[in-house]
């Protein structure tokens, strides 16, 4: 199949569901994003072809196609078609490594390590680390990418002494998270909380996005087997490409 032609999947509806067909086709196509089948870049037939093909009409495809594009999953480009953008990562809230996740999605994570060294630690560094106040900390700062896309901006500070030598060159083709459990940490459990602003210029311009746009914050501090705090993260995700998942039960 060349480059430009559109894909061929295999969709189907049930008419005798409650839910609404174009809604049917539309969670078919955004699971089919999700799962790689229709990769970034991906073309889909034209409406008047997937309509017919699924015996539908055009109008319901239309919407089904509309609700994904304002999702920011499928943009029209004119001359070209109906083109898949990026998929959204949706994460769990769990003690997991971004790299692990996005690995185990499919989603072809790499990274750019923008500095890795020593420095003295702040007040909020040092008070989570539990480090004294201008004690040595290792500043790692990392920008994670899939399929060529930025997706966040990753902020570590670390223990000087937890990661054996200069593991800059470690961090391009791997996860912080596989690193430490290579070295022997026992990653136990984290004080964690999720929160959201707008991107700075700056920040904008390092992800891709427009200055102002929403961006997901992350700030995590995590602690081995024996108690030690190991990590101090503060993390910035691209609104528009991620998201946190909770599962919420009822307390009796």
Same mark, same amino acid.
């Given at each position: 199949?060349?480059?430009?032609?559109? /894909?061929?999947l295999?969709?189907?509806?049930?008419?005798?569901?409650?839910?609404p067909?174009y809604f049917q086709?539309?969670?078919?196509?955004?699971?089919?994003i999700e799962?790689?089948?229709?990769?970034?870049?991906?073309l889909l037939g034209?409406? *008047?072809e %997937?309509a @017919?093909?699924l015996?539908?009409?055009r109008p319901?495809?239309?919407?089904?196609i509309?609700?994904?594009?304002d999702? @920011?999953?499928?943009?029209r480009r004119r001359?070209i078609?109906?083109?898949?953008?990026?998929?959204? /990562?949706?994460?769990? %809230?769990?003690?997991?490594?971004l790299?692990d996740?996005?690995?185990?999605?499919?989603?072809?994570?790499a990274?750019?390590?923008?500095h890795y060294?020593?420095?003295?630690?702040?007040?909020?560094?040092?008070a989570?680390?539990?480090?004294?106040?201008?004690?040595?900390v290792c500043?790692?700062e990392?920008?994670?990418?899939?399929?060529?896309e930025?997706m966040?901006y990753?902020r570590?500070? %670390?223990?000087?002494?937890?990661?054996?030598?200069?593991t800059r060159?470690e961090?391009?083709?791997?996860?912080l998270y596989r690193l430490m459990?290579?070295?022997? *940490?026992?990653?136990?459990s984290a004080r964690?909380s999720?929160?959201?602003?707008?991107?700075t210029?700056?920040?904008?311009?390092?992800?891709?996005?427009?200055?102002?746009?929403?961006?997901?914050?992350?700030?995590?501090?995590?602690?081995?087997?024996?108690?030690?705090?190991?990590e101090?993260?503060?993390h910035l995700?691209?609104?528009s490409?991620?998201?946190f998942?909770?599962?919420?039960?009822?307390?009796?």
């Amino acid at each position: 199949m060349a480059k430009n032609d559109p /894909v061929d999947l295999e969709f189907s509806v049930d008419r005798g569901s409650p839910v609404p067909l174009y809604f049917q086709l539309a969670q078919q196509l955004e699971a089919a994003i999700e799962r790689g089948r229709l990769s970034p870049g991906s073309l889909l037939g034209n409406e *008047i072809e %997937l309509a @017919g093909r699924l015996g539908l009409s055009r109008p319901t495809v239309r919407q089904a196609i509309q609700s994904l594009v304002d999702k @920011g999953l499928l943009v029209r480009r004119r001359g070209i078609g109906t083109q898949v953008v990026h998929s959204q /990562v949706r994460r769990p %809230l769990e003690l997991s490594s971004l790299y692990d996740d996005l690995e185990a999605a499919g989603q072809r994570p790499a990274t750019q390590v923008l500095h890795y060294g020593t420095e003295a630690a702040g007040p909020e560094v040092a008070a989570a680390l539990a480090v004294p106040e201008g004690g040595d900390v290792c500043r790692v700062e990392r920008l994670r990418l899939t399929h060529g896309e930025p997706m966040a901006y990753l902020r570590n500070h %670390l223990p000087s002494d937890l990661l054996p030598g200069d593991t800059r060159a470690e961090l391009e083709s791997t996860g912080l998270y596989r690193l430490m459990r290579g070295a022997g *940490i026992t990653l136990h459990s984290a004080r964690q909380s999720v929160g959201a602003r707008v991107a700075t210029a700056e920040e904008a311009k390092l992800l891709g996005e427009e200055a102002g746009a929403p961006l997901l914050t992350m700030e995590r501090t995590t602690f081995d087997d024996t108690g030690r705090p190991v990590e101090y993260a503060a993390h910035l995700y691209r609104a528009s490409r991620y998201a946190f998942e909770f599962q919420l039960l009822v307390r009796s």
